[in-house]
């Protein structure tokens, strides 16, 4: 069993390197996903990594950097800040992992409200565009 260490240190090597397909193997098959701005937690592998994914190409930027760490057995909160288009963001990333060190819930908030509503308009734009761009799935 992966230590809450031990994820935190995969999740970091996924946020420098933005490998979506590392991303969507840290993912459980019945991860769960909470957005500052969508009302219903989104649930399944597929749909998490799609908003995580989006996530990483509208916040991953050389600003973005996380300013703390709380560990537990097995979640961790992330702080972060970033800065976009003049909007300096400040939110929270929590992650909790099974005990094969799978992330199964990923609830992230943001502060303050301009941000929010920025990374809404934002993150509705990535997730059209990647949707776009997915090939079809066949029927």
Do not use: C
């Amino acid at each position: 069993m992966p230590t809450s260490a031990e994820n935190l240190a995969r999740w970091h090597a996924y946020v420098q390197r933005h490998d979506h397909a590392e991303l969507r193997a840290m993912l459980h098959p019945d991860a769960v996903f909470e957005s500052p701005v969508v009302h219903t937690p989104q649930r399944g592998r597929e749909i998490v990594h799609k908003y995580l994914a989006s996530a990483d190409k509208v916040l991953g930027s050389s600003s973005f950097t996380y300013t703390g760490e709380w560990l537990n057995e097995r979640s961790a909160i992330l702080e972060f800040e970033n800065t976009i288009n003049g909007i300096k963001i400040n939110g929270i990333d929590m992650i909790t992992w099974d005990e094969h060190g799978q992330i199964v819930h990923f609830k992230v908030m943001v502060r303050p409200l301009k941000a929010v509503n920025m990374l809404h308009q934002m993150m509705g734009e990535m997730l059209q565009t990647m949707t776009a761009a997915a090939p079809a799935t066949p029927a």
